[in-house]
C-alpha cells in the first residue's frame, strides 16, 4: 500500500502546482529552452542554458575570468499573469524554483523587474544552498512590487562570484504566481537580503573574540607570519594582520559554549583596522576585501606556525577557501574605530557546528590592509563576531 499510497500524493501534489501557477516552466524539451535570455557582466565568465530530460541546466565557465566578479543569470519574461489583480495594493508576486549546485555551499538569488525597473537590487534575495547532494525548493515574494498594467514584468536565477571553475546550476522547476499579501506562507529556502545594512553591535546578544588569528602568504607558502608588525619612528610597534596582493588573514574561533544552538539572524564580524592604502580612483569592486569561509584544512592551526602550505595541506586551495565571499566591501570604520562586514546566518550556523572552520580576509583588487591581531595588549582590538541565538 505505501507505493501507491506515494504515488497518489505525488499526482495530486503536480496536478495542484500545474494548474495553481500562473507561469510554470518544468523543462520538458531538448536543447535551449525557449523564453530565456541568458547573460554575463564584470567578467570574462561564459554561460550555457541546455534542457534535457524535465532538467535544465545553467552552465557558467569561469576559467577565463581573472577577479572573481563575474555574474551570470538566466531570465524569462512571465507571462500569462492577471495584471488586474497585480496591480492591487493587497497582491505581490512569488517566484519559486527547485535547484541542485554543483559547489556547494553558494549562493544564487531570485529577482524581479520589469521595464522601468531602475534599482535592480530591490525585490532581489539570496539563497544559500549548503550541498550539492540534495533539490533545494528555494522561493522569494515582492514587497510592495510597484507595477502598473502593460509592464513587462521579468524573473531571474543569477549566480555571482562563484570563482574560476566550471560551474552548474540544475532546475527542476521555476514558476510564478500572483499571492495576496496578508495570506501568502513564509518564503522556502533562507532568504537573505543583499548586502544588508550594517546591525549595531550592541543589538547582539553574545559576542566572541578571536582565539587564533594569523596571516599568511601564499608567496612564501612555507612561512609563518605570525610576528608580523609595523613600527613608528618612535620605536613603538604593532601586532598586525595583513592583507594584500599575496597575503591574507586567516580566523578561527571556539564555539564549543553554543553547541547545538540555533543562530537566529544575520551577525557581524568586527575588525580593528590600522591602515588601509587603496587608490581613490578604484572603481567598485575593485581595491576592496572579501571576507570569506575556510571550508577544510587543518582545523586547529596555531598562530605560531601556521603556514599557507600547512593551512591548505594536500588539498586544492580552492577546496579549502570558499571561492564565493560571503561578502565584499571597502575598508571604512565607523565612530568606533572599527569595520564590520555582516555575516550571514546560514555561514554563522556552520562556525558554530564545525562545518566551516573559520573565517579569511582576502583582497580583492588592488589594495593594502592592516587590522590590529589579538595578540595587541588592548583586547577590544582583537577580531570578534557577534550573534544571537535562539
Not at 307 to 319: H, I, M, N, R, Y
Request: proline content about 4%; aromatic content about 10%; cysteine-free.
Amino acid at each position: 500500500m505505501i507505493p501507491v499510497t506515494s504515488t497518489l500524493i505525488v499526482a495530486i501534489t503536480f496536478i495542484t502546482f500545474s494548474v495553481t501557477a500562473q507561469f510554470i516552466e518544468n523543462f520538458d524539451g531538448d536543447g535551449k529552452p525557449k523564453g530565456w535570455v541568458i547573460m554575463t557582466g564584470d567578467g570574462k565568465a561564459k554561460i550555457d542554458f541546455l534542457q534535457k530530460n524535465g532538467i535544465g541546466s545553467l552552465y557558467v565557465d569561469g576559467t577565463s575570468d581573472q577577479l572573481n566578479i563575474w555574474w551570470a543569470l538566466a531570465r524569462h519574461r512571465i507571462t500569462g499573469l492577471d495584471m488586474k489583480k497585480l496591480v492591487q495594493p493587497e497582491y505581490e508576486l512569488r517566484v519559486e524554483a527547485r535547484i541542485k549546485v554543483s559547489h556547494a555551499p553558494r549562493r544564487v538569488n531570485l529577482h524581479f523587474n520589469h521595464q522601468r525597473t531602475t534599482d535592480f537590487h530591490s525585490h532581489l534575495m539570496e539563497f544559500d544552498i549548503p550541498d550539492t547532494t540534495n533539490w533545494h525548493t528555494i522561493s522569494m515574494t515582492t514587497s510592495n512590487f510597484e507595477v502598473q498594467m502593460g509592464d513587462s514584468i521579468n524573473s531571474h536565477l543569477a549566480l555571482m562570484d562563484w570563482g574560476l571553475q566550471k560551474y552548474r546550476v540544475d532546475f527542476d522547476y521555476f514558476k510564478v504566481d500572483i499571492v495576496k499579501r496578508s495570506t501568502t506562507t513564509k518564503d522556502l529556502g533562507n532568504p537573505l537580503p543583499y548586502h544588508p545594512p550594517l546591525a549595531r553591535p550592541s543589538s547582539f546578544k553574545n559576542n566572541v573574540s578571536v582565539v587564533q588569528d594569523a596571516t599568511i602568504d601564499t608567496n612564501f607558502a612555507d612561512r609563518n607570519f605570525n610576528s608580523w608588525e609595523a613600527k613608528d619612528t618612535k620605536g613603538k610597534h604593532e601586532d598586525l594582520l595583513s592583507v594584500s596582493d599575496t597575503r591574507i588573514i586567516i580566523m578561527r574561533w571556539d564555539f564549543s559554549d553554543f553547541k547545538g544552538k540555533k543562530i537566529s539572524r544575520s551577525g557581524l564580524l568586527e575588525l580593528s583596522p590600522f591602515a588601509v592604502q587603496r587608490s581613490p580612483d578604484f572603481h567598485k569592486d575593485f581595491g576592496m576585501v572579501r571576507v570569506a569561509e575556510i571550508l577544510q584544512g587543518d582545523p586547529v592551526w596555531d598562530e605560531k606556525s601556521i603556514t599557507f602550505d600547512k593551512l591548505k595541506g594536500s588539498l586544492p586551495v580552492e577546496q579549502v577557501i570558499n571561492t564565493q565571499m560571503i561578502i565584499d566591501d571597502s575598508v571604512t570604520w565607523n565612530n568606533d574605530g572599527r569595520v564590520l562586514f555582516t555575516i550571514s546566518q546560514p555561514v554563522l550556523q556552520r562556525l558554530i557546528e564545525g562545518k566551516t572552520k573559520g573565517l579569511v580576509i582576502k583582497p580583492l583588487g588592488a589594495v593594502n590592509a592592516l587590522f590590529y591581531s589579538r595578540n595587541n595588549s588592548d583586547a577590544r582590538l582583537s577580531p570578534r563576531l557577534y550573534f544571537d541565538i535562539d
